[in-house]
């Protein structure tokens, strides 16, 4: 089993920043690739970005791409997004997930482990 627990997450104002973190235990994590997604009210729950094993492969979703940024520390069993120039429409619920078979998704059922999730609000 593994236990993915999120912080990080807050009230903003649109251009600010936050910065995520996803604390993992359980499990050996350096093994797997890493996502963020987010969930808006009324919304389905879309893909942020991924990182593989080793924190050489990232990507973004389009909506994102060069505001965020993931990493992970593998010795610290920690994956982060870096958030900048915040926009009203990132407000949403921020989710990470581990994905133990060894592959790169984008897709939230390739995901097997989740988080429970920590509330980002940008306002305007």
């Known amino acids: 089993q593994v236990q993915l627990v999120e912080s990080g997450g807050g009230l903003v104002q649109a251009g600010g920043s936050l910065r995520l973190s996803c604390a993992a235990s359980?499990?050996?994590?350096?093994?797997?690739?890493m996502g963020w997604f987010r969930q808006a009210p009324g919304k389905e729950r879309e893909f942020v970005a991924l990182?593989?094993?080793?924190?050489?492969?990232?990507h973004y979703a389009i909506s994102v791409k060069g505001r965020f940024t993931i990493s992970r520390d593998n010795a610290r069993n920690t994956v982060y997004l870096q958030m900048n120039s915040l926009k009203p429409e990132d407000t949403a619920v921020y989710y990470c997930?581990?994905?133990?078979?060894?592959?790169?998704?984008?897709?939230?059922?390739?995901?097997?482990?989740w988080g429970q999730g920590t509330q980002v609000t940008v306002s305007s």
């Open positions: 990182v593989d094993w080793s924190g050489s492969i990232l």
């Open positions: 997930a581990l994905d133990s078979d060894y592959g790169i998704s984008r897709r939230p059922r390739d995901y097997d482990y």
């Open positions: 359980g499990r050996t994590f350096s093994n797997y690739a």
